[in-house]
């Protein structure tokens, strides 16, 4: 982002005294408007969503400044107006009602046309007394395929996995690693941590700008996140995690282990996100050097441990027993 004049922006590198503001233009490709800090979207599209993110905001969410102001453009005279009133966010975009909930819904059918009363009872039993959430069906149908590549007894790999259905982060790269938990279990994770930078001045020359772990689940909630300076690092580099139940005793273990400790904050499925930001292109252990997961090919050689080595988190499911009893961190 290229600071409004007079203005410096310090995540470049460049020195300043003040905060600056900064001048954003969203516009349809073939627009005529060139220069700093445009963003183009396709023409054909008639409904865009703007977002504003902050990583780590201090004092408060938004970063104790005002929220953006945001205006009307002509894109012919070049001229501002008032904004016009947001539209309403829909439940489910078309891409979604076709990609989801339709083979959704043509499952559905052919089990009820198959076998009406076993269909009506696995509903009910499903749905409980809950009502059935359309957006939570829809993220299940995105998300559960993923568990299929957790093997129990068998180390959890990680994968970047195909982020059809989510909004797109170009600046993003993610690591998922899909976990089904058996009661009480433990889960071990490791990797080789990236060097991340002090302060704003390095962010030019540093391999990325922020790494973290977080914790989702099969209907696409983000329920916990560990950042990159809240971890303990050891001397070789490595960060070591235990993700379990929040006690006492799992807490003390994975402290006397010098590994960094996680309550487990999902249900039984849980889709362990390793996230880096602005990794640069020539950054040899980023995340961006992992393919996307091919569903058409096996598993095995699509793991991010084959591509960036101990750079990409692997993990084992451990008996909270067995966790308890550890001298030592385990062999992966």
């Known amino acids: 982002l290229k600071a409004d004049a007079g203005g410096a922006n310090p995540f470049a590198g460049e020195a300043m005294d003040t905060r600056s503001s900064y001048t954003i233009y969203v516009v349809p490709e073939g627009s005529p408007l060139k220069g700093d800090n445009v963003l183009y979207f396709p023409d054909s599209v008639s409904k865009i969503s703007v977002m504003l993110r902050h990583y780590l905001p201090a004092g408060g969410l938004t970063g104790n400044v005002p929220l953006p102001t945001i205006s009307a453009l002509d894109g012919k005279t070049g001229s501002l107006s008032k904004a016009a009133a947001n539209a309403p966010i829909p439940k489910l975009s078309k891409q979604e009602l076709t990609n989801y909930l339709l083979p959704v819904m043509e499952k559905y059918a052919a089990e009820l046309k198959s076998d009406p009363h076993k269909f009506v009872a696995e509903l009910r039993q499903q749905q409980g007394n809950t009502k059935l959430d359309v957006q939570q069906l829809v993220a299940k149908q995105v998300v559960s395929p993923a568990f299929q590549y957790f093997k129990r007894g068998q180390p959890a790999q990680s994968y970047r996995l195909q982020p059809g259905g989510t909004y797109p982060n170009n600046d993003n790269l993610y690591l998922v690693m899909p976990i089904v938990r058996d009661a009480n279990d433990v889960l071990y994770v490791r990797f080789r941590a990236p060097a991340i930078p002090a302060s704003p001045a390095d962010y030019p020359k540093s391999n990325l700008r922020y790494f973290s772990l977080s914790q989702g689940d099969d209907i696409s909630y983000n329920l916990a996140t560990m950042f990159d300076a809240d971890m303990k690092v050891d001397a070789d580099g490595i960060a070591h995690f235990f993700i379990g139940d929040d006690t006492t005793n799992n807490h003390a273990r994975a402290k006397a282990l010098g590994a960094n400790f996680m309550p487990w904050k999902v249900r039984d499925k ?28 096996p598993r095995e050689g699509q793991e991010g441990s084959a591509f960036i080595g101990e750079y990409a988190p692997t993990g084992l499911m451990l ?11 385990p062999e992966l």
């Not at 008996?319 to 961190?329: D, F, I, P, S």
């Open 270 to 297: 849980m889709l362990l996100v390793y996230r880096h930001m602005l990794p640069k292109s020539d950054y040899r252990y980023g995340n961006q050097n992992v393919p996307l997961f091919d569903k058409a090919r």
């Open 319 to 329: 008996e909270e027993r067995v966790y308890q009893k550890l001298a030592e961190l």
